[in-house]
């Protein structure tokens, strides 16, 4: 099985915008929920964004609720994260996860996705 593979990451200045990219072909189909993480050194891997794939029904993090916009095209089989309004804080490796467990609790519930992507690093300047 391949794993999802993020692109898009960068360098920008606070208040820029990026827009990731998350080819997850053979997961969207099959997953409950697509999400988006991120994680710096020293800290848990936390939940940025969420899709429910059968819905569409997106869940955010109060961090960046307003700011970033979950989507998937399930023609391209590509996940995507629309983050605008950046901030220094937002520095972080990010990456793309799919769950296909039914059961797992909520959608940010890190332990329950089952296929990773490796990250891609992205980094806000103030």
């Known amino acids: 099985q391949v794993q999802p593979v993020e692109s898009g990451g960068g360098s920008v200045q606070a208040g820029g915008s990026l827009r990731l990219s998350c080819a997850a072909s053979g997961y969207t189909a099959r997953s409950y929920y697509m999400g988006w993480f991120r994680q710096v050194p020293g800290k848990e891997r936390e939940g940025v964004a969420g899709?429910?794939?059968?819905?569409?029904?997106?869940y955010y993090a109060d961090s960046v609720k307003g700011r970033f916009t979950i989507s998937q095209d399930n023609a391209k089989n590509t996940l995507y994260l629309q983050m605008n309004s950046l901030k220094p804080d937002d520095t972080a490796v990010y990456y793309c996860?799919?769950?296909?467990?039914?059961?797992?609790?909520?959608?940010?519930?890190?332990?329950?996705?089952?296929?990773w992507g490796q990250g891609t690093q992205v980094t806000v300047s103030s």
């Open positions: 996860a799919a769950r296909t467990k039914l059961y797992g609790g909520d959608w940010d519930n890190r332990l329950s996705y089952n296929y």
């Open positions: 899709i429910l794939t059968a819905d569409g029904s997106t």
